[in-house]
């Protein structure tokens, strides 16, 4: 009996790796055939899940629920208009700017590497950094070339997108007015005991875990934008939002953020990216120590490791999205298998955070 037992837990186990990794490629396969619709779909829950809070918001001030959704859509529409005519542009012309600047950056930081190779000579150090300098720029140039070309296509997409954007938005719109709805009509097909625990831990997860990331995302580029003016860093409003955009990537993001603004300043001014870097890596530490801690709280029972293969698996599958909802995904997955085993599907806890939740809210039938 206990080899048959044995024989079975080995059978499970052995064939649960091919099973997932030919999943996640089936996965991968369907994202790439349907990446368009995917790719809107995922942005407007994204968007749905944050404007929920304000909706909840305007609710506790007696305002019914489909009045509140087109309040908070209209301030929403009006928000992203002001941005589009200030900031948008103001983003795109110093993109070009830079664009344009790293060949000058390049041919300096070459500069000041010979020169400090005729230093080295000087004082009989045998250092050669041809090879070094000759590589860095090679890799350096083809990230430009990257760049150049994700910026081009970047802003056709600004220009021939605009389908996509009221896509988004109409999207978003209804799903925060029928998205309960049609969610619920979905889980009644399971049976309780996972629909249950699947919902919560859907709703903790996914609308905390991006709240949070925005939210520190907005505190790295409201305290880096002053710091990098007053150290008359150039592209400083540029290199602020690309720190707090790679902040909504869990985990590594920001280090890549800063690791990246640090390397471009670098080739203009060593002692100005020292400074940038320190300025860059004091904020995120404060955020990680006394902000992060109050919005995310503890990853209870998701193993940093099992995070970061999360991020690898989602980048594998779906590309950058892949990697901004990889965590909060796994976050449900554990979450939800955790109610599930323990049995005890109304007494649930978050993987992701730890905040009390409520059943969900009666909506007013209209």
């Known amino acids: 009996m206990r080899r048959s037992t044995s024989l079975q837990r080995l059978l499970i186990y052995g064939l649960s790796g091919p099973i997932i990794a030919v999943n996640i490629w089936l996965l991968s396969v369907l994202f790439r055939y349907f990446q368009h619709p995917i790719t809107v779909l995922s942005i407007a829950a994204i968007l749905a899940f944050l404007l929920n809070y304000p909706v909840k918001f305007f609710e506790r001030a007696r305002i019914t629920h489909t009045q509140a959704v087109i309040i908070v859509l209209l301030a929403t529409l009006t928000l992203l208009v002001i941005l589009g005519v200030t900031l948008v542009p103001m983003l795109i012309d110093q993109t070009i700017q830079l664009l344009n600047k790293i060949p000058d950056w390049l041919t300096t930081s070459q500069a000041n590497l010979s020169q400090f190779e005729a230093i080295a000579k000087q004082r009989r150090l045998p250092l050669d950094l041809r090879v070094v300098s000759n590589q860095i720029n090679v890799n350096i140039q083809n990230l430009v070339q990257q760049l150049a070309s994700g910026a081009v296509g970047f802003a056709g997409t600004l220009l021939s997108g605009l389908l996509d954007i009221v896509?988004?938005?109409?999207?978003?719109?209804?799903?925060?007015?029928?998205?309960?709805?049609?969610?619920?009509?979905?889980?009644?097909?399971?049976?309780?005991?996972?629909?249950?625990?699947?919902?919560?831990?859907?709703?903790?997860?996914?609308?905390?875990?991006?709240?949070?990331?925005?939210?520190?995302?907005?505190?790295?580029?409201?305290?880096?934008?002053?710091?990098?003016?007053?150290?008359?860093?150039?592209?400083?409003?540029?290199?602020?939002?690309?720190?707090?955009?790679?902040?909504?990537?869990?985990?590594?993001?920001?280090?890549?953020?800063?690791?990246?603004?640090?390397?471009?300043?670098?080739?203009?001014?060593?002692?100005?990216?020292?400074?940038?870097?320190?300025?860059?890596?004091?904020?995120?530490?404060?955020?990680?120590?006394?902000?992060?801690?109050?919005?995310?709280?503890?990853?209870?029972?998701?193993?940093?490791?099992?995070?970061?293969?999360?991020?690898?698996?989602?980048?594998?599958?779906?590309?950058?999205?892949?990697?901004?909802v990889a965590v909060p995904i796994a976050g449900t997955i554990k979450g939800t298998f955790d109610a599930i085993k323990s049995g005890k599907a109304n007494d649930f806890v978050s993987t992701t955070v730890t905040i009390a939740h409520d059943s969900p809210p009666e909506r007013e039938r209209g």
């Open 167 to 324: 896509l988004v938005v109409v999207l978003a719109f209804y799903m925060l007015l029928y998205g309960d709805r049609v969610w619920y009509g979905l889980v009644n097909l399971l049976p309780s005991n996972i629909a249950v625990p699947l919902t919560r831990s859907l709703q903790l997860n996914f609308q905390n875990f991006f709240l949070s990331q925005f939210l520190l995302g907005i505190f790295m580029v409201l305290t880096l934008t002053p710091i990098f003016l007053a150290l008359k860093v150039p592209f400083a409003l540029l290199f602020a939002i690309l720190i707090g955009l790679s902040e909504l990537i869990p985990f590594i993001g920001a280090s890549l953020g800063i690791g990246l603004v640090t390397i471009l300043v670098l080739l203009q001014n060593w002692w100005l990216a020292v400074q940038v870097a320190l300025a860059a890596i004091l904020m995120q530490q404060l955020k990680d120590n006394l902000l992060a801690p109050r919005l995310l709280g503890e990853f209870i029972g998701l193993n940093p490791i099992w995070i970061f293969v999360a991020i690898l698996m989602g980048f594998e599958i779906a590309g950058l999205l892949g990697t901004l």
